[in-house]
């Protein structure tokens, strides 16, 4: 190896490793240790307009829908389990790749893209990726909530999270201590959040929901998570999260807020592409009246930071015609992902083009810093807070 190359290699590994994007394997705690959270640093946080943190994950949508709209050549019985392409084509279908995002993500691209920043648009030389080398639901939530990647998490075993997450750090400050919960439709979550050590509130979205006030239509809404009989074994359809989110929010105030939704992957694994795209377009109408909700009320309105993200990509179909469906190690594409940030303390920048790679190992620190507080400092194997994300107030 030449200097000249040598020089090239280091210089790219310390600025991927700033990043966080392609940390070497970290010094692992075995999944048995539980760590306690330390207390954090008493440092006066900087100036922020944002008092409020939200994390909202989509999980498994490709970025070529996001910045893309619909893929036509998806609609079809082989390839996206199309039989009739009439209602997906009136849907979905446009001529350019603006109006079939908009189509597909319209609170997303008429609110999220222009009062917010958006990375990953790969159509714009602007690359993201996940730094864990799975591709897979359990390993992308502990890279987003920790900030790094942990290799001993290699998929969806029900193995309690070693490491403490950004969610359980910020219930640790007096100022949030009580006002952090999480809202899913996933029983894998409380796994991931560590409820044992973490005391959480973490909502599965198939167990009722008990924690906090409980209101009668969120009694309701857990009759009905019971009642209604599952597609899928260890999670439920996105609305039996959303609605009680919605409620749960309302009358228990929190701050820092975690809401996932689901079925866009499971759609996706039964090759179904147009229930994947209504899922997809589903969540942006979630997001739409969460925000609109929050906009409405005092402690939240122009004092709320959302991040909007997924947990791994898809297959980019170079494998097979239908392999968007699917994801993993050996699935091509499955690393490529997106992430959005909107709030106060966000500048109106939209997609941004010619970027450095970024990377999912990025948020816990984004989400904390937005509240001022250094998650880097507190966790030094987590990236980097995504640069321009949040910019001091003038
Ligand atoms: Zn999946």
Redesign the pocket.
Known sequence: MSFTKMFVLLAACSIASLAGAFQSTPAATPPTQPAAPTKPADAEPPARKTRNVILCII??LRWQELFTGADESLFTEAAGGVKNDASVRANYWRATPEDRRETLMPFFWSVVAKDGIVFGDRTRNAPGRVANEYS??YPGYLETFCGFPEPLIKDNKRIMNPHVTVFEWLNSMKDYNGRVAAFTTWDLFPWIFNVERSKLPVDDGIQPCKFGRITPRIEFINRLRAETPRRWGGSHFDSMAFHVMMEWVEVNRPRVLFFGQGET?EW??ETDYEKYLDAARRTDQYWKELWEMLQKDPQYKDQTTIIFTCD?GRGDNTKSPDDWSN?GKTHPGSDQWWVAVMGPDTPPTGVVGDHEMVAQSQVAATLAWALGHDWCKQEPRAGKPLEGAIVEPK
């Open positions: 999980d498994g897979v639901s992957d996706a694994h791994h994801h």
